[in-house]
């Protein structure tokens, strides 16, 4: 019972750094949103936003995606072991067949 409640906690904490790692993306976002409009009022190209910006962005996404999976991951596994659900290798088929 005390590895379900770490589990529980831990992910948890990854569910909520998550959230909050995309509640940053999303502010910066839309910061960078309003310094890509030029002066005359159209967008800059794209490909002048710096690489190592980009790079940066891609990694904290996936960072945040991967904390978010298994934030996900571990609510479930706790919550199925909290609700006494069995695991895939315990659960038995029934094939329909008659047994004398």
Wanted: hydrophobic share 50%; proline share 1%.
């Amino acid at each position: 019972m005390k590895k379900l409640k770490t589990v529980a906690i831990i992910s948890t904490l990854f569910l909520l750094i998550a959230f909050i790692m995309l509640g940053y993306f999303q502010s910066w976002s839309n910061s960078t949103q309003v310094s890509i409009i030029n002066k005359n009022g159209g967008f800059m190209d794209i490909s002048l936003l710096n690489k190592q910006m980009f790079s940066a962005m891609i990694f904290y996404l996936s960072t945040t995606f991967t904390l978010l999976v298994l934030g996900i991951a571990g609510s479930v596994l706790s919550i199925a072991k909290w609700l006494n659900i069995p695991e895939s290798e315990e659960v038995k088929m029934d094939t329909g067949e008659q047994h004398d």
